[in-house]
């Protein structure tokens, strides 16, 4: 809302004049991305929570560097508190989640409950300046 503040004998009085439009878009963004070191990860939380991202289901493959352990519960606490914390910051009007860790060929759940359409598969490595890997 936009309101105009006033004071009037030691009262406080806001006058409404403008219902501001809901900021969220209807397209909703899940976003399955390998695990990767804590300091990194929590940056990559808060950057998808700027960015629009609605859900972020981190995902453990064969050439995952970090370790699930029992303490997931407490880290998933945390990356959801994270992001509770990134959502107020940029004035989201939705909370991201941040799910349970999930192995590689448990994508496919994602896509039969028609959250994950997995279509293209795309080597990025160019922007890293890396050479593009073949035969991927």
């Given at each position: 809302?936009?309101?105009?503040?006033?004071?009037?004998?030691?009262?406080?009085?806001?006058?409404?004049?403008?219902?501001?439009?809901?900021?969220?878009?209807n397209?909703?963004?899940?976003?399955?991305?390998?695990?990767?070191?804590?300091?990194?990860?929590?940056?990559?939380?808060?950057?998808?929570?700027?960015?629009?991202?609605?859900?972020?289901?981190?995902?453990?493959?064969s050439?995952?560097?970090?370790?699930?352990?029992?303490?997931?519960?407490?880290k998933?606490?945390?990356?959801?508190?994270?992001?509770?914390?990134?959502?107020?910051?940029?004035?989201?009007?939705?909370?991201?989640?941040?799910?349970?860790?999930?192995?590689?060929?448990?994508?496919?759940?994602?896509?039969?409950?028609?959250?994950?359409?997995?279509?293209?598969?795309?080597?990025?490595?160019?922007?890293?300046?890396?050479?593009?890997?073949?035969?991927?």
């Amino acid at each position: 809302y936009l309101a105009k503040i006033h004071f009037h004998e030691k009262q406080l009085y806001a006058s409404i004049f403008e219902k501001l439009k809901k900021q969220e878009e209807n397209l909703k963004i899940t976003l399955i991305q390998g695990m990767i070191k804590k300091e990194k990860w929590e940056l990559l939380i808060q950057k998808c929570c700027e960015l629009g991202v609605t859900d972020i289901v981190p995902m453990i493959s064969s050439r995952t560097v970090v370790k699930v352990s029992k303490d997931d519960l407490k880290k998933k606490e945390r990356y959801n508190k994270i992001a509770l914390e990134a959502c107020e910051q940029c004035k989201r009007d939705s909370l991201v989640k941040v799910a349970t860790p999930i192995r590689y060929h448990d994508i496919i759940k994602y896509k039969n409950r028609g959250i994950y359409d997995i279509q293209t598969r795309c080597d990025l490595s160019f922007w890293a300046g890396a050479s593009p890997r073949r035969g991927t």
